[in-house]
């Protein structure tokens, strides 16, 4: 009789794994969580940094170049995601800095490079940002493969 829990097994192993990564140190289990699932399964890991737009209306009397500051800001995460990339031996190819809304760049990541798991962290929100909602729960609901929301302390931002 053929054993389908083995079969199970073998369904369950993941080709190619992706990483969402918002840098934060509270979030370094995320990191090795991925990591490791990527090294047990033999898959590829890939990893994503979304850049969100900066949409300040800033009405006062002194100009603000919001480019200067897009351009600080994606040096900066180019400089995160290459230095992470190296710890977690993942080749350039596999590093996606993008820019737009958090969720909807992961997803199309995912969708576009056959992603069968997403790897996120989840915190225990509160105030507003439960009233909103969060990266890990739009996701959850929207993600065309399995998701792997792991836990991370609470963060106040
Ligand atoms: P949050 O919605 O801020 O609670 O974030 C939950 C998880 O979503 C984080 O632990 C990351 O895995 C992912 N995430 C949040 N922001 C980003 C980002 N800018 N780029 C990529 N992943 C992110």
């Given at each position: 009789m053929q054993n389908r829990f083995a079969e199970d097994t073998a369904m369950s192993s993941y080709t190619h794994v992706?990483?969402?990564?918002?840098?934060?140190?509270?979030?370094?289990?995320?990191?090795?969580?991925?990591?490791?699932?990527?090294?047990q399964n033999k898959s590829t890991l890939s990893v994503i940094h979304v850049i969100e737009p900066i949409s300040i209306a800033y009405a006062g009397e002194f100009p603000v170049d919001l480019g200067d500051i897009h351009r600080e800001l994606e040096k900066q995460a180019n400089l995160r995601l290459n230095q992470l990339a190296k710890e977690l031996s993942i080749p350039e190819a596999q590093c996606?800095?993008?820019?737009?809304?958090?969720?909807?760049?992961?997803?199309?990541?995912?969708?576009?490079?056959?992603?069968?798991?997403?790897?996120?962290?989840?915190?225990?929100?509160?105030?507003?940002?439960?009233?909103?909602?969060?990266?890990?729960?739009?996701?959850?609901?929207?993600?065309?493969?399995?998701?792997?929301a792991i836990r991370v302390p609470k963060i106040s931002k």
């Open positions: 992706l990483l969402a990564t918002d840098f934060n140190e509270e979030t370094i289990e995320v990191v090795q969580r991925a990591r490791s699932i990527a090294d996606f800095l993008e820019i737009g809304l958090t969720e909807k760049e992961i997803l199309r990541v995912a969708d576009e490079e056959s992603i069968d798991l997403i790897v996120v962290g989840s915190h225990n929100k509160h105030g507003l940002s439960l009233l909103l909602g969060s990266t890990a729960n739009a996701i959850l609901h929207h993600a065309p493969c399995d998701v792997l």
